[in-house]
């Protein structure tokens, strides 16, 4: 009886690094495609929970100072954060131009972080970006903080 021509079966350790390879590539190219078109998230920005005061401040509304310990409004000021995606490769973008909106976060461990921005620039961590999305963070938070009511109306408080 003559053997068949049977393929031989690769070892199973080399299929599983091949399907890793190739999931690290496609998580890769996923990450740059995210980037170009939607920038570069804002990372450690504070938590609701950890959050003692929010302090808003708007150029737009002079003389207005928001300040708030609990609620939506903490919740609201952590989530804005998420609006500010910046490009890429823009460290210290904003030299020459002023923030709109401020809002510092005092947290319960005793230390303070503020987000600031204009039209264009995000300042934060001490460091300036140029924003992916021009206006939409200064827009959404004076509207949130400033314009009196929210969508359901009634005063944020």
């Known amino acids: 009886m003559e053997k068949e021509n049977i393929p031989e079966k690769k070892p199973v350790k080399n299929q599983i690094l091949r399907t890793a390879v190739i999931i690290l590539i496609v998580s890769a190219i996923a990450t740059v495609q995210y980037i170009v078109t939607k920038g570069v998230p804002l990372f450690n920005a504070p938590k609701p929970d950890r959050i003692e005061k929010v302090i ?10 928001k300040e708030y310990t609990e609620g939506e409004p903490v919740e609201l000021a952590v989530k804005l954060v998420n ?7 823009t460290l210290d973008a904003g030299a020459d131009s002023e923030p709109v909106i401020s809002i510092r976060y005092f947290l319960s461990d005793g230390s303070e972080t503020e987000v600031a921005a204009s039209s264009k620039i995000v300042w934060y961590d001490g460091k300036s970006y140029e924003l992916k999305i021009k206006g939409k963070f200064v827009t959404l938070a004076n509207a949130v903080f400033f314009m009196g009511e929210n969508a359901g109306g009634e005063e944020i408080r």
């Open 56 to 65: 808003v401040t708007s150029r737009d509304f002079p003389g207005e100072t």
């Open 83 to 89: 609006f500010l995606n910046y490009r890429p490769f």
